[in-house]
């Protein structure tokens, strides 16, 4: 099993940054892709970013490109999230999340974290 544990969410004026991160723990050699989900109050969790585990690769949300971006250090068995220009639209819980490059159906999620980004 792989266990993820988030930081660094937090309240923010529009405009402001944060930097989330995300610490891998248990069996990280089974981790190939990771990324960033979010999910507002009455809205499905939605894609931000993902990341390769050479992190040669990268992918994001079309309404986070420019603004937002992921980086992984494998050596630290964390990925992070750096997130500037916040809109209020950005504000949700966030998941990090791990694909097992051993079992393409399986997958590991963190316990998310909260972004608020007020106007």
């Known amino acids: 099993q792989v266990q993820l544990v988030e930081s660094g969410g937090g309240l923010v004026q529009t405009g402001g940054s944060l930097r989330l991160s995300c610490a891998a723990s248990g069996l990280i050699f089974r981790i190939n892709v990771m990324g960033w989900y979010r999910q507002a109050p009455g809205k499905q969790r939605e894609l931000v970013a993902t990341?390769?585990?050479?992190?040669?690769?990268?992918n994001y949300l079309d309404s986070v490109k420019g603004r937002f971006t992921i980086a992984r250090d494998n050596t630290k068995n964390t990925v992070s999230l750096q997130m500037n220009s916040l809109k209020p639209e950005d504000t949700a819980v966030y998941y990090c999340?791990?694909?097992?490059?051993?079992?393409?159906?399986?997958?590991?999620w963190g316990q998310g974290t909260q972004v608020t980004v007020s106007s």
């Open positions: 990341i390769t585990r050479s992190g040669g690769s990268t």
């Open positions: 999340n791990a694909k097992d490059g051993f079992s393409p159906r399986s997958e590991y």
